[in-house]
């Protein structure tokens, strides 16, 4: 007898299913994977809150936000378990009224969140730190240096705009400047 050629095919197939089977079931019983949809954020009590920006850690353990959360319209900065475990923790200080967290970065190891506030006076932008996990209390790490902290930036476009002049012989600087102010990379 002829065997047509969808039948042998047919029997091909099979065959490669079965042995995918069998070689699963001697791998043994697999992990299941352990991500899970989880809301990171903690309840809004602001009718109109919302997370306007976010950054997950190096390590993949963290994630950091800013939200207008307690307050409506007052953005402040939070961090959370990646995993969904706990409670969002909120890092920054009591902030004067006013008062906003702009920025943020983490730390390369993860164990620090450096932020950007108005936090003491309104108006006056400031440099603070604290552990990403919440612990301790948000320290400042620049004291009276506004100034100092955008003029340590060669030609920080920003400089002009503050009145801050330019050390004699530079240059101006190029207009897609995104250089960190060193003040923030050493608090890192």
């Not at 490669?16 to 954020?41: E, S």
């Not at 932008?125 to 902290?149: F, H």
């Not at 801050?164 to 923030?184: D, E, H, I, W, Y």
């Amino acid at each position: 007898m002829h065997r047509g050629h969808s039948e042998v095919s047919s029997r091909g197939r099979m065959r490669r299913l079965l042995v995918r089977l069998l070689l699963l079931a001697a791998m043994g019983p697999q992990p299941a994977l352990a991500f899970t949809n989880a809301k990171l954020n903690g309840p809004f009590t602001a009718i109109d809150g919302d997370v306007t920006s976010f950054q997950i850690s190096p390590d993949s353990t963290w994630a950091v936000y800013l939200a207008d959360q307690d307050t409506n319209g007052v953005r402040e900065i939070y961090s959370a378990k990646l995993d969904g475990s706990g409670t969002s923790v909120k890092l920054n200080g009591a902030l004067v009224g006013g008062g906003n967290v702009t920025a943020f970065l983490i730390s390369p190891d993860s164990s620090r969140v450096v932020y950007y506030a108005d936090q003491d006076v309104n108006g006056r932008t400031e440099l603070y730190s604290r552990p990403i996990d919440g612990s301790g209390s948000a320290v400042k790490v620049n004291v009276n240096q506004r100034a100092a902290c955008v003029s340590r930036v060669p030609d920080h476009p920003r400089q002009h705009a503050r009145g801050l002049s330019r050390p004699a012989g530079r240059k101006p600087a190029s207009s897609n400047s995104t250089a960190v102010p060193s003040t923030a990379q050493a608090a890192l």
